[in-house]
Structure formats: structure tokens, C-alpha cells
């Protein structure tokens, strides 16, 4: 945890004033099983259940709702 006055980064306590232009943002884990839809095409259901790769993160990002790791 920070030291009052300091921001928590990833490499530790930081004096505000040394982190320059920052932005605000929060990190959300929801659970969007339920919004799972199956590929509709035979060849891509193998696809459905495969771990995110390199390989087919193209598909994964085009079919987001098809890929049950996503």
C-alpha cells in the first residue's frame, strides 16, 4: 500500500510531483459468460474453447463473443 501523499505505481511509492501527465482509469473484472454466442460456422467451433494466442487473436478480436476465454 502507498504512503500517504505518494501513488502507488508498479515499481513502487512515487512522489506525485515525479510522474508527470498521468490519466485515470479503473481495472473491472466482470464476468461476461453469459454473453457467450458459439461460432455459428462448423469449421470455427473448435475455435470456441481454444486458449488466446497469437495465432488466433485475429479471429478473437473479430468474433469476441464466440471465444469463451475472452
Partial sequence: MAQ????QTVLG?????DLGPTTTHEHLFIDFRVMFL???????QYRAHEPITLR??????YN???SIEN
Fill in 38 to 44: 458459439p461460432p455459428a460456422e462448423a469449421t470455427a
Fill in 64 to 66: 469476441q463473443y464466440s
Fill in 4 to 7: 500517504k501523499g505518494m501513488a
Fill in 13 to 17: 511509492p512515487v512522489e506525485p510531483s
Fill in 56 to 61: 488466433n487473436r485475429g479471429w478473437v478480436g
